[in-house]
C-alpha cells in the first residue's frame, strides 16, 4: 500500500512540475501537432479492423439473443448503436489503442532517460516534464477523441454490412432503430470518456518512460508496465465515468 501511494504521489508531482518554467506555446504547439498526427496514424489500421468487425460480431451476436416474432429487428440497431457509441468504441477499441500508443510513448521516453539525453535536457535549462510529456498529453486529448469518433462510425458500418450479408437485419431496419433509440447525450458520454482516456494512456504511459531506470530491458519493462497501469486506469475510469454520467 506503501508504494502504492507513493508512485500515486510522484505521479501527481511529475504533472504539477510540468507547469514551471515552461518553453514558448509555439514550441508546444509543434510538438503536440506531430505527436497527434503521429497517434492517428499509428492507431488507423488496427482501429479500422477492430472497429468494423467489433461491430459486425456485436450485430450477429445481438440477433442471434433476439431471434422472435415478438420483437422487431429494428431493435438489433438500436442496440447495436448504444453499445458502440457508449463502450465499444470509447472503451474497448481504446483497450487496444493503449497498446499500441502507450508502448510507444513509455518506450521513446524511457529510451531518452535510459541515453541521458532527458539529462541532457535539464543541463540546457528546459524542463524536460513539460517539453517531453506536455505535448504528449494534449496530443491524447485531441487524438483520442477523434480516432473514437472514427471507430464509432466504423462499427455501425460494420454491423450494417454483417446484418445485411448475413440477412439477420436489413439496412432500412438498421437505420431505423438507431435513429429511433438515439440519444445525444450518449455522444457527449463517448466523447468525455475518449478524453479522460487519452489523458490516462499519454500521462501514466509518459510517467513510466520518465521514471526509467537502467538499461535495454528496462526500458521494455516500461513499455509493459504502461500498457498493462494504462488498461487497468481505463477499466476503473470506464467504471467511474459511467456511474457519474449515465
Known sequence: ????????????????????????PKVYYKLTLAESVSMIGGSMLILVVISFFVGAVTTVQTAYQLTSNLVSNTIIGAIVSTTAILELSPGIVNLVIAGRIGSKIASEIGTMRVTEQIDALEVMGVNSKAYLILPKIFAGLISLPILTTISAFLAHAGGITAGHFSGEVTYTEFILGMREYYNPYQVVVMYVKAAVF????????????YFTRGGALDVGASATRAVVFSCLTITLADYLVAQLML
Do not use: C, D, T
Request: net charge positive; aromatic share 16%; hydrophobic share 50%.
Open 1 to 24: 500500500m506503501e508504494r502504492f501511494f507513493y508512485h500515486i504521489g510522484r505521479f501527481v508531482m511529475l504533472l504539477g512540475s510540468m507547469f514551471r518554467a515552461m518553453e514558448k
Open 198 to 209: 487519452g489523458l490516462i494512456i499519454a500521462s501514466v504511459s509518459s510517467y513510466q518512460g
